[in-house]
């Protein structure tokens, strides 16, 4: 129950109400099916994999298996103004680190813990997040200009977002997209690079752009950010809410960011995503247990996980 499709681990802040382990924990508590760890960097897989080891080994079984089983994880590139500038070395890089992960996923990098080991070539199931983002790239908290995003920052960031969608062809896994103000971009690199399968994460467009992703096979996964929509556009995201077929739908928290109403304002975790949960439910006039179960069917069929 529960599930969260879309979270950054290594980045949850903790403080004296949320640690990572508890956050864990709670998560083992509530009966959560799937938790899906999210990659932003060409290096940051096996830092990631170290510091959850870390923090697992010191959870005590049965909450330890718990964990464990739910525990998935992604490889991918955001497209930060370095990542692009740098885009081939660091595409290399993922295709170095997705190749040793599947060719060895049952023999060597392995993820320990007390009770044994967890083969990586199981547990890494998607590619991602990639894509495009059109806002913090432009003008943003770190001092970026539109002098800084001239046309070959753009043209190289989406080179970074087709060649990663590649890698996604060549090692079947679906791929995570991130898409920020870049709608018609996004919709252009995915029809050009012929492949969909996967995920437009929080998605944050309308109902027509919707349907265009809808109509090309991909899914539409909802965070936090629903559960404060403005309310000139309200309705406009009630009708976009029950728009999406259920054997398309997705739910997230993306934590730490866009901590759903009533703890916006907060750093988000893994264990608000019930409050988003709630809201989506009830707009569309279902039971939370069965968009629980919706939820989970669809994320585990998109992976081609076995139950």
């Not at 950054?8 to 938790?35: P, T, V, W, Y």
């Not at 495009?132 to 770190?142: F, Q």
């Not at 404060?228 to 309705?235: G, H, I, N, Q």
């Not at 939370?288 to 998109?302: A, M, S």
Request: with cysteine.
């Amino acid at each position: 129950m529960f599930s969260d499709t879309h979270f950054h681990f290594n980045i949850l802040r903790e403080d004296e109400n949320f640690s990572r382990i508890s956050i864990l924990k709670k998560m083992a508590q509530n009966g959560c099916k799937f938790a899906f760890d999210i990659g932003v960097k060409a290096d940051d897989f096996f830092p990631r994999i170290k510091l959850f080891e870390e923090e697992l080994s010191k959870i005590e079984n049965p909450l330890r298996k718990k964990i464990e089983e739910f525990i998935f994880f992604s490889a991918g590139i955001w497209p930060d103004p370095d990542s692009i500038k740098n885009r081939a070395e660091k595409i290399s890089l993922l295709e170095k680190t997705i190749s040793e992960i599947k060719s060895n996923s049952e023999k060597s990098e392995s993820a320990k813990n007390a009770e044994g080991e967890f083969s990586l070539g199981k547990k890494l199931v998607a590619l991602g997040e990639c894509g495009l983002d059109h806002h913090w790239n432009v003008a943003g908290p770190d001092a970026r200009s539109e002098a800084d995003f001239d046309q070959d920052l753009l043209f190289g960031e989406r080179e970074l977002f087709e060649a990663q969608i590649a890698l996604a062809k060549k090692f079947s896994l679906p791929v995570i997209v991130h898409s920020r103000d870049a709608a018609a971009q996004t919709l252009e690199c995915v029809k050009h690079s012929n492949f969909h399968n996967g995920i437009i994460h929080c998605f944050s467009y309308g109902l027509e752009e919707a349907r265009a992703f809808l109509d090309l096979g991909w899914h539409i996964s909802f965070s936090g950010s629903v559960t404060y929509t403005k309310k000139s556009k309200f309705e406009q995201m009630r009708e976009l809410i029950r728009f999406v077929p259920e054997e398309r739908l997705l739910v997230e928290t993306d934590a730490p960011y866009l901590a759903p109403m009533p703890m916006r304002g907060k750093a988000n975790n893994p264990t608000f995503i019930e409050h988003t949960y709630k809201y989506i439910a009830d707009i569309r006039g279902i039971e939370v247990e069965r968009l629980c179960e919706l939820v989970e069917k669809n994320i585990f069929r998109l992976k081609g996980i076995e139950k």
